[in-house]
């Protein structure tokens, strides 16, 4: 047994240590969702299906998530266009403004949760638009929108400038090498984006509690409200069916980043 | 390729004062140049001279500042790329990623509409043309071919719609120097058969010299000189072309008469009858390193001695230090005649028929 030896074991353990304190929670979260029991408690009686059953069927469960699937494809949707062109503008042309355009696609990264929350309350309490999907589903866009222009514009830093000439030079007219050229160059970073934008508003809780008004809430703030009532291990079961959903997101990330960079390499000798 | 793309023959280009400003920057300065239909014509300069800003604007990706194009008999200043017809080959080769070598070049006959049949045959034929077999590359993504290769299929995309000009921005910028040689070659036999008008960016004097009908000494947005490449390399009409085309030894002289110019050591040359002399400059005589001979010391006109010397292979350079100057010489070494380093020789050059250009005014 050498020094070297020592050493390794000694950086795995710490490896292991880190991991354990990253993915420890999700872990207890899962072991959670089996439960037995009646209410939240720890450690937990074991084996059972019967939470997933409940958030199945439940009805109130199936609102949640029905308004997040449709808040979310909104705000995807929305925050992808947006994302995209402001990431475009600043990327492939010389207009003027263009600092202030990446100011304001960046800017929800950094202003605190809170402040958007409140700020889109007193416009929306205005516009009489609380409880409106529409109106959550813009706020989720904003809040998407840093992802999508960030993820598009390194992709667009990383492939050649002339193709979208090229395709001007053959012939192609503007939106014709947008559509042939410039959209499907760029796919997989446009559709890493949307995945971005989707899991945010999948995710979001501080804007949506303050715009959601009387109606039925999105999936996470059903689960962080039934929190605060009665500790269910159906919260459980919840956040193991999300978990999965981002994990499986983020494979698909994974692969399209693959891919993207795979196309950069048609530049680059 | 000739099957197909036979029918090209090539425009009329003409800029006349086209001029291009970002903010106060001149990039391309009141520049006109008539390009014959058929013409190879190479735009040469140094880094930042304004090349490929020329090359933009002829395609129609920069607005002109001032002046006017004609493609033909068009006049396509304010006409979009896509309506110019005319192809372009860029250094980065921007072959389109995602799509196969069969769909990027079929693209531009698609715009067309196409009938399948008709792209389908066409695309076939033109890469068998430059030895891209179809049924070993027909699938192939951009990123699974070696640079040679993916210039091919860059120069077939932008040839197979028979444009009537082709430009070029250092198309072979990327490739290591054989490849280089043979797709010069390839392309000097295109432009033959075609016929088409070629512009070629390039800041390569080899290469504008070996390619081109004509070239266009480009420095600081202005075009100094357009000549064919011989008059480029023996007669240039000043000291900037002089010096960027080759290697240039200039003696400063002083003109003692109409025609005789005095060296520093007091020797006369005679200028060429077809050079015009202003007898308010002062002027620098043009020797060639090849142009000067190394002789016995009986035969010579000047004497001086060996600084350094440079094996080329085939030949040998040698700065020599004479009267007149420091001097570079291109020799042929045999086994009867070797250089060395302080090695006093003899050399002579012609002083009929020498080439003057103007001493250019220096700031300080
Ligand atoms: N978009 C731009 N904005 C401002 N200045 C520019 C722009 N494009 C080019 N220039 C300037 O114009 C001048 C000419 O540039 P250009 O790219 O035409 O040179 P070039 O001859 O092609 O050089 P190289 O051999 O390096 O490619 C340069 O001084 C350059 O800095
Ligand atoms: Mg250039």
């Known amino acids: ?15 292991a240590l880190v991991a354990l304190y990253l993915i420890g929670p999700t872990l207890v979260v899962i072991w959670l969702s089996f439960s037995t029991d009646e209410v939240l408690r720890f450690p937990p009686h074991l084996f059972s299906w019967r939470w997933y059953e409940v958030f199945l069927f439940d009805e109130r ?28 503008g600043t990327a492939r042309t010389r207009l003027p403004g263009k ?11 950094v202003v605190p949760p809170i402040i958007l929350a409140t700020g889109g309350y007193s416009l929306f309490a205005k516009l009489d638009m609380i409880g409106s999907n529409i109106g959550l589903a813009i706020m989720h ?3 998407g929108v840093p992802y999508v222009y960030l993820i598009v514009s390194s992709a667009l830093a990383r492939t050649d400038p002339s193709i979208e000439l090229a395709a001007l030079s053959l012939g192609a007219n503007r939106w014709r090498t947008i559509r042939d050229v410039s959209i499907p160059a760029n796919l997989p970073a446009i559709i890493t984006g949307a ?46 069916v999300q978990i999965i959903i981002a994990i499986v997101l983020m494979c698909l990330v994974g692969f399209l980043q693959r891919w993207q960079r795979r196309w950069a390499e048609a530049v680059a000798h | 390729m000739s099957a197909h793309l036979g029918s090209i023959t090539g425009s009329r280009v003409q800029m006349r004062n086209l001029t291009k400003e970002y ?8 520049v006109s140049l008539d390009i014959e239909p058929g013409e190879f014509i190479s735009l040469l300069g140094p880094s930042g001279s304004g090349k490929t800003t020329a090359l933009m604007m002829l ?11 004609h493609i033909g008999e068009q006049d396509v200043t304010l006409v979009p790329p896509f309506a110019r017809g005319i192809g372009m080959v860029f250094q980065s080769y921007a072959l389109f990623p995602h799509m196969s070598v069969y769909d990027n070049i079929s693209y531009p006959l698609k715009l067309r509409r196409m009938s399948k049949l008709e792209i389908d045959e066409r695309v076939r034929r033109a890469m068998d043309m430059v030895k891209l077999p179809p049924d070993k590359f027909a699938n192939r993504l951009p990123q699974q071919l070696s640079g040679g290769q993916r210039q091919r299929v860059a120069l077939v995309r932008a040839l197979i719609y028979e444009p009537h000009v082709l430009l070029m921005d250092e198309p072979m910028g990327a490739l290591d120097k054989n490849l280089r040689e043979e797709l010069k070659l390839e392309l000097l036999s295109l432009q033959e058969r075609l016929r088409l008008t070629i512009v070629y960016v390039t800041h390569d004097q080899g290469e504008a010299l070996m390619l081109s009908n004509r070239a266009a000494v480009m420095r600081d947005g202005r075009i100094e000189q357009v000549a064919n490449p011989e008059a480029l390399y023996r007669r240039p009409q000043t000291e900037f072309v002089a010096n960027f085309l080759g290697e240039a030894n200039l003696v400063p002289v002083e003109q003692s008469s109409e025609r005789e110019f005095t060296l520093p050591d007091g020797q006369v040359v005679r200028s060429s009858p077809d050079i015009s002399v202003d007898p308010s400059q002062s002027y620098l005589l043009l020797l060639r390193p090849e142009e000067i001979e190394v002789c016995a010391e009986a035969e010579a006109m000047l004497r001086g001695r060996i600084q350094s010397t440079v094996y080329l292979g085939s030949s040998i350079r040698i700065d020599v230090d004479t009267p007149i100057g420091v001097l570079t010489v291109v020799a042929k070494p045999n086994q009867s005649r070797r250089f060395e380093r302080n090695q006093i020789v003899g050399l002579r050059f012609a002083t009929g028929d020498a080439v003057l250009v103007p001493k250019e005014a220096r700031a300080g």
Not at chain 1, 1 to 15: D, F, K, Q, S, V
């Open chain 1, 195 to 240: 995945l971005f934008a989707f899991l945010i508003s999948f995710d979001e809780v501080v804007v949506t509690v303050f715009l959601s008004g009387s109606l039925a809430p999105t999936l996470p703030v059903r689960v962080f409200s039934s929190l605060s009532l009665a500790v269910s291990p159906v919260v459980a079961a919840v956040s193991t």
């Open chain 1, 1 to 15: 047994m050498g020094e070297t030896a020592n050493i390794r074991r000694i950086r795995y353990l710490l490896i």
């Open chain 1, 61 to 88: 469960w199936n609102e949640a998530v029905r308004r997040s699937l449709l808040v979310g494809s909104l705000a995807t949707f929305l925050a992808t266009i947006i994302g995209s062109v402001a990431a475009f």
């Open chain 2, 23 to 30: 903010g106060i920057v001149r990039a391309v300065d009141n």
């Open chain 2, 59 to 69: 395609a129609g990706f920069e607005r002109t500042t001032s002046g006017t194009i």
């Open chain 1, 99 to 109: 600092q202030i355009v990446e100011i304001f696609a960046i800017a929800p990264l």
């Open chain 1, 141 to 143: 866009t904003v809040l």
